[in-house]
């Protein structure tokens, strides 16, 4: 088992440069599919979940190479529309491969991806989605199969704006015959990179970044080399350490109109946040004030993926503060945690109820999920003394490195393998 040991107390000080973004370069990988040829696509973090993707895009018939976030990958040979169970199971991200196999290849198998730690995390909007097309699909013995000889543009209009639900009937429209429409999509950055992505293949979308997106499809895509955009999530995380150990540090290659909600509420709590450009600089010398209420919702509003790393900071704010979480079910898991660090949370039907602290205890603690893993660095970062975080083959999900990531931050992390 590899742990995180984090020597806390001090401010953080440094410049980071913010990796390429997870959510983009997923989909992005996945879209790949829907063209025969060599791509080449930059700013792809070295992470687990991608390392899966690329295995499982190799499994389908690819050559693929990850080499200093350069990721290659040749998809002239996919033949082959049955995503492996194995791999099917380690990362639910691969139900957005459905959309481009239908398209490319006119059938797709997938096993049913289970829920997860953070809520059961339906499919339907992608499985209704997807037969809008007119695509027949199969459910038996776990698996969910869809064939199809054209799929055909169509009017979808999503009960709620599924990021990965965009996604898939996006892809599958590039290709259709006909117009697509999707209304009350997803408005996710993540979104409009894919998007960007597919139009340099040669595919025609509009509307990309708002909830209603139109794609006109077209006969065949063509490969292209192409840069991800930066991780919105990664460059959060990092900015509520410094709300939460203090300190005075430089982020580059960051997009802050992507990060707004992140911004007004760390600087509502008195984080100093200048931006210039693709460069964020972040200062706080004091501990934070509470804030009232933060509710997560979908893009631009606050973040799920940040609502974690949110609560460390304002567990250490002066005051009560109120975090709802509407997006996930199940995303208070890093709260008995962070209590056995000291934090002093109460959650009920949904809000998390935070009243501040002014230091925590350092402990053994324990990530059960990714972004509940990034919260519990943040603790151990603001904690004085020893603090251990186990299980962080979760954080490794998302962040490449992490802890090098704040040792140029001036933290003390280390990584032991136990
Ligand atoms: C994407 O997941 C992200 N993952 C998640 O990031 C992120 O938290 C989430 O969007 C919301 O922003 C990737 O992009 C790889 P959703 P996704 O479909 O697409 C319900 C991280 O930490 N829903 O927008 O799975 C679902 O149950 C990860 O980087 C349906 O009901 O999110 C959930 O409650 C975690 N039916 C809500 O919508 C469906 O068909 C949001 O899901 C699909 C989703």
Redesign the pocket.
């Known amino acids: 088992m590899e742990t995180f040991t984090i020597e806390g107390g001090k401010p953080l000080s440094g410049t980071l440069r913010i990796q390429g973004a997870?959510?983009a370069a997923?989909?992005i990988l996945a879209a790949a599919v829907m063209a025969e040829g060599q791509f080449h696509i930059y700013d792809v973090p070295h992470l687990k979940d991608i390392e899966v993707m690329l295995q499982i895009l190799t499994a389908l018939g690819a050559k693929a190479t990850h080499t200093d976030g350069c990721v290659w990958l040749d998809t002239t040979s996919i033949s082959i529309g049955h995503v492996p169970d194995d791999l099917m199971g380690q990362m639910?991200?691969s139900i957005f491969l459905m959309g481009p196999l239908l398209a490319r290849l006119g059938e797709v198998t997938i096993s049913r991806p289970g829920g997860c730690l953070?809520?059961?995390?339906?499919?339907?909007?992608?499985?209704s989605g997807l037969t809008a097309f007119g695509a027949k699909m199969e459910e038996a013995d776990g698996y969910i199969s869809f064939r199809t000889k054209q799929l055909k543009g169509t009017n979808i209009f999503l009960s709620?704006?599924?990021?990965?639900?965009t996604?898939n009937i996006m892809m599958a429209a590039a290709l259709a015959k006909g117009t697509t429409r999707i209304c009350n999509a997803?408005r996710?950055p993540?979104i409009s990179d894919l998007a960007n992505f597919l139009n340099a293949m040669g595919a025609k979308i509009r509307g990309a970044g708002t909830d209603t997106i139109e794609i006109t499809g077209v006969q065949r895509l063509r490969p292209v080399s192409y840069r991800v955009i930066p991780d919105r999530?990664v460059a959060g995380t990092h900015i509520l350490a410094v709300g939460a150990a203090q300190g005075h540090i430089e982020l580059t290659n960051t997009i802050p109109e992507h990060l707004t909600a992140l911004i007004e509420v760390a600087r509502s709590c008195g984080v100093e946040i200048k931006t210039y450009h693709d460069i964020m600089e972040v200062k706080s010398t004091s501990r934070p004030r509470a804030i009232d209420r933060i509710i997560t919702s979908?893009f631009p509003g606050f973040?799920?993926?940040l609502q974690a790393q949110l609560m460390t900071f304002l567990a250490l704010a002066r005051g009560t503060s109120v975090i709802k979480e509407t997006?996930?079910?199940a995303r208070f898991r890093h709260v008995n945690e962070l209590a056995r660090m000291g934090a002093s949370i109460y959650v009920d039907l949904g809000s998390a109820f935070i009243r501040g602290v002014s230091r925590f205890n350092s402990a053994t603690v324990e990530a059960s999920d990714?972004?509940a893993g990034a919260a519990l660095v943040i603790a151990g970062i603001a904690a004085e003394g020893t603090t251990v975080v186990e299980q962080i083959h979760h954080i490794d999900r998302?962040y490449d490195r992490l802890e090098r990531q704040f040792e140029q931050l001036g933290a003390t992390i280390t990584r032991t393998i136990q």
Not at 120 to 126: A, V
């Open positions: 997870k959510n997923l989909p639910r991200s953070i809520g059961e995390r339906r499919i339907d909007l992608h499985l709620f704006p599924s990021v990965g639900a996604e997803a996710e993540e999530i979908p973040p799920t993926d997006v996930f079910e990714l972004r998302g």
